[in-house]
């Protein structure tokens, strides 16, 4: 029987003896099994051992059981996570933090910074934060209708001016 050098890998494994093409088969197909079971973890939840590539973020958790206690997380406790989602929502999109927020409302006098209506309810989330789109900069908190009024107008001082003169006559 003809024998070559060993089975090689792409990963870089090469088996140092020369072997049949059968046993070069061979030795290859134990190479992938030893490498896959490297990969497998077990996570704590659900008792299954896994590959690396389905495990969480967080140590000894699969992705699924990772999710499912965040969901279990979320509906035990609905306040705090909300809390949590606005709070990572205005740092996402705003760059500032509800305290800030806060603040900035507070500033106003507690109203929509054109208008001067209240929040449309206690906890101040109908109350838009508005910022300027070039530079990112938060101007202030205005109600959804003014929010949406200069919207329409693009943000254009000159529009707006000119939408008053308009009005005027
Ligand atoms: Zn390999
Ligand atoms: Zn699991
Ligand atoms: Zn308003």
């Known amino acids: 029987m003809l024998r070559g050098p ?5 990963c870089g494994w090469h088996d140092p003896l020369p072997g049949t093409r059968r046993e070069r088969a061979e030795s290859y197909a134990l190479h992938l099994a030893e490498a896959r079971a490297e990969r497998l973890r077990s996570c704590r939840d659900c008792k299954l ?31 705090e996570w909300e809390r949590h989602r ?5 740092k996402q999109k705003y760059g500032i933090t509800p305290e ?15 208008c001067g209506d209240p929040p449309a309810d206690s906890r101040g989330y109908r109350m838009h934060v508005d ?38 006559r």
Request: hydrophobic share 30%; aromatic share 6%; glycine share 10%.
């Open 86 to 90: 606005r709070r990572s929502y205005l």
């Open 6 to 10: 060993g089975a090689t890998c792409k």
């Open 131 to 168: 910022h300027c789109h070039s530079t990112g900069r938060v101007r202030g908190i205005l109600c959804g209708p003014c929010n949406r009024g200069l919207g329409n107008f693009a943000d254009n001082p000159t529009r707006l001016l000119a939408a008053v003169d308009y009005l005027h």
């Open 49 to 79: 051992r896994k590959d690396l590539k389905w495990m969480s973020a967080k140590p000894g958790l699969c992705k699924s059981c990772s999710s499912a206690r965040t969901r279990a997380w979320r509906d035990a406790n609905p306040d």
């Open 100 to 114: 800030q927020y806060d603040e900035i409302l507070a500033a106003q006098g507690g109203v929509c910074a054109i």
